[in-house]
Structures are given as C-alpha cells and as structure tokens.
C-alpha cells in the first residue's frame, strides 16, 4: 500500500543542493527542525534542502526530506481535540495551544462559525470531515447563542466539553443572555461529570503541570509516551489516516536521548517506514494488548519514528539486535589528512575472530558532523545524525583491518569510539 515509500512522487524529490550557504550548519539541526515543522502539520511541499545544507550528503538529506512529506501527506491529519478560539485569545488559548502537542494529545483550533455548522454523532463532533471527541473552551465571557445550542447538543449526544476558568454568561451575537448563561450553569452543574462535561479552575501555570491528567480523565488518547512514571514531553507526534492504515511521525526535540515507553492506540500490523532508506520493515519487537500496541524504543538526539499500521504483511523484518558483544576499542592515535574536500582519520584494527552469523558494528562518540565509513577502502555507508553507527560486517575480516572516517570539520570528532562484534 506504500509502495510509493521508497521512491516519493517527483513533486516530493528536490534537487541536489547547491553552494549557496557557505556557513557550516549541521545535519542534525536541520534534521530537528525539518522534524518540527513535519509534527505541528506544517505545509511541507515548499520545503527544499536547497538553501539548508552545504555538504556533499545533502541529497540523502532531501530524500529523508521527501519520503517524510509525501508519507505526511498522504490522507488526512487525525485529531481528537477541538480548541475554541475565545473571540480575544489570551494565556489560557496559548497555554493550551503549546502545550497539547507536549501532552501527546493531536488538535485542531475550530472557531464559533465551524461549531454551528458541526453536527454531533456517536459522541463525536464532525467537523467537515473531521472528528473530535472532546471541545476545550478556554475563559470566555460571552458566545453566541447558536454556539452553545450546539455545545448542548454535543454534551447530549454522549461528547465531552472541558472549560477553564470563566463561562460564557452573555450572547455575543444577541440578547438571549439568560439562555446562555442557563445553558452553561446545567452543563457545567452538580452533575457536570455524569453528562461528560469537566470544568478546571487553574492558573495557567498549574494547569500546564496537570493538563495530560485533566485530558485523560475526559478521553482515552491515541499515544503515551513515557519516560519513567512521566509523559516525555520531547518528544511530541503527529497522527495521519489513509485508506486503511494509520500513520504516526515522533520526534525527539532534545539534544539528548530519550529512552521511552510508547503506547499506541491502534491493534493492526505495526511497521517501521524508514524515511533513510525507503524501507518498510515489519515491527515485531512489540506487545499488543487488546487496542494497544506497546514497544519499547529509544530516541537518539533529533531522533524520529515513522510507523503505519495496517492489514498488509511485510516480509521484511529487522535484524535482531543483542544487547551485549565483544568491543574492540578504537585507538585516540589516529592518520589525519585534512585536503579540500574535508578531513580523514585512518588507524589499522585487529579484529578478532568470528562467526558467519555474527555482525560487526563500528561506533562512534558524537562527531556532531556526517561522517563516512570506509573499510579496507570499501565505502560502508554515510551517517547524517546520531546514531553514528555502521554495520560492516561485509568489509572486514578477521586481523588488521583498515578503518578511515571522513568528515567535513576536525574539530566535530572526538577520536573515540569501537567496533562491537555481536
């Protein structure tokens, strides 16, 4: 079904970057923020590496570029939450808008004139071709009366309203004030949380401290991202529905690692799209419990997961990893030839010997830079962000074995990093 994957549409590719930025930026800060803009549902079809990147990989970069846009625009975005835009947005709208993303809740902004053409069916709230189950109504003095008749409907139909702070109590498009007024005091009543409605009086400050909380208590939502007890807040998602499958794009927005829990709502075949290679590799280091699809995984620095889930097999599955293996060090003592085209560091390694069925993976300690692996003068992959690491298995051999990494700035390499036979 995503056979497009691998090679994107023409209107997704871009061109090979040119020499216009001669300043050196790195791959990683570009990747970061190219993840940023693909998680808020930014429109992607402008974005080039054209002007991003001066390096000689700039092109494996527009292809993670463009297999990640075409993937995002496939279908539509899926949201579960509604945010109503208060007529004078204040901290309350922007405490919300920033920090859903970062409670792993997926939301639309809708205005007044969007809900009063909604209609309310199976506890949900369809706009357009839309669906939310749950409205968030930010301090808000008045609203129109056909607003709040559709609140009223909403809240019968089995939906669930939250409100903070201050109720509409007049009818910012008439004189039905008494009507507006009665219509949030039975919502919000006694009995506000048999009939699905939740009010919260919190200063901002503190509602952002407890805002996953309040969510879950109105709804059950898609993704959990854990990390320990607590919901990771850097790492933050975006959720897309096509034909049969549903897609989810994470991304890691800190500088470091992040080891997590994920936890997805959704039971069908779970695959890895990766947005490097173009493969589509079946996830089977995972446990479905009922609805849920729970995995762990970790997050390098600027790290990102793309999945979908549907009914079609792959048979394509990873290569397991094992935990432990034998580390051969690289030695601090390394050959530096720096020329035009950027900087080598050569050393022999003396790899001892192994099996058939084993595989060898070089590491490195945060270059901060793309990197090339070379083994035995065989070019063994590129690596643009963490992790810096490559198999090569294929190039070495038991005894002295020649390892040359190249970048395009010295002062990004540390000198350390190992070989582990697994």
């Known amino acids: 079904m995503l056979d497009s994957f691998k090679k994107p549409p023409a209107e997704f590719r871009s061109t090979r970057p040119g020499q216009e930025n001669k300043k050196p930026v790195l791959m990683r800060d570009l990747k970061r923020e190219f993840d940023a803009l693909a998680i808020s549902g930014s429109d992607l079809s402008d974005v080039s590496p054209i002007v991003l990147a001066d390096s000689p990989h700039s092109r494996l970069f527009a292809d993670y570029i463009s297999r990640v846009s075409y993937t995002l625009s496939l279908g539509k975005k899926k949201t579960q939450v509604a945010l109503l835009r208060p007529s004078e ?40 071709d839309d669906e939310y189950e749950l409205l968030i109504m930010p301090p808000m003095k008045s609203i129109s009366y056909a607003t709040a008749i559709k609140i009223q409907e909403f809240i019968e139909d089995g939906g669930r309203v939250m409100a903070t702070g201050t109720l509409p109590a007049k009818d910012s498009s008439g004189s039905k004030h008494e009507e ?32 996953r909380r309040y969510i879950c208590m109105a709804i059950k939502p898609v993704v959990s991202i854990r990390s320990g007890k607590q919901e990771c807040r850097d790492i933050t998602y975006t ?97 530096v030839v720096d020329d035009v085209d950027g900087v080598s560091f050569s050393q022999m390694v ?9 595989r060898i993976v070089m590491s490195l300690e945060e270059p901060l830079d793309d990197v090339d692996f070379t083994v035995n003068g065989a070019v063994a992959g590129v690596r643009l962000w963490p992790p810096y690491e490559m198999d090569i298995t294929a190039l070495v051999k038991p005894g002295p074995n020649e390892i040359t990494l190249k970048f395009n700035q010295a002062s990004h390499f540390c000198g350390r990093g190992k070989i582990t036979i697994y």
């Open 89 to 128: 947005p204040d901290d309350f709208f922007d405490l919300y808008n920033s920090e859903l993303p970062l409670a792993h809740v997926v939301h639309d902004i809708v205005d007044e004139d969007a809900i009063c053409k909604a209609t309310a069916v199976d506890q949900r709230l369809i706009i357009s």
């Open 180 to 211: 507006i007024s009665s219509i949030f005091t039975e919502i919000f009543g006694k009995s506000a949380s048999d009939n699905g409605a939740l009010f919260v009086d919190k200063e901002p400050s503190e509602l952002a401290k407890s805002l």
């Open 239 to 335: 959720h897309r529905i096509w034909q049969e499958a549903e897609i989810f794009f994470f991304a890691n927005g800190s500088d470091e690692p992040r080891e997590i829990q994920l936890s997805i709502r959704c039971d069908k075949a779970p695959h890895i799209l990766d947005p490097e290679t173009g493969k589509r590799i079946a996830l089977v280091n995972c446990t479905q419990i009922g609805s849920r699809t729970i995995l762990l995984h970790r997050f390098e620095s600027c790290g990102s997961l793309l999945m979908s889930f549907d009914d079609v097999p792959s048979l394509a599955i990873p290569t397991p990893y094992s935990e432990y293996g034998d580390e051969v060090m690289l030695q601090s003592d390394w050959d």
């Open 350 to 358: 003396d790899i001892p010997e192994f099996l058939r069925i084993q």
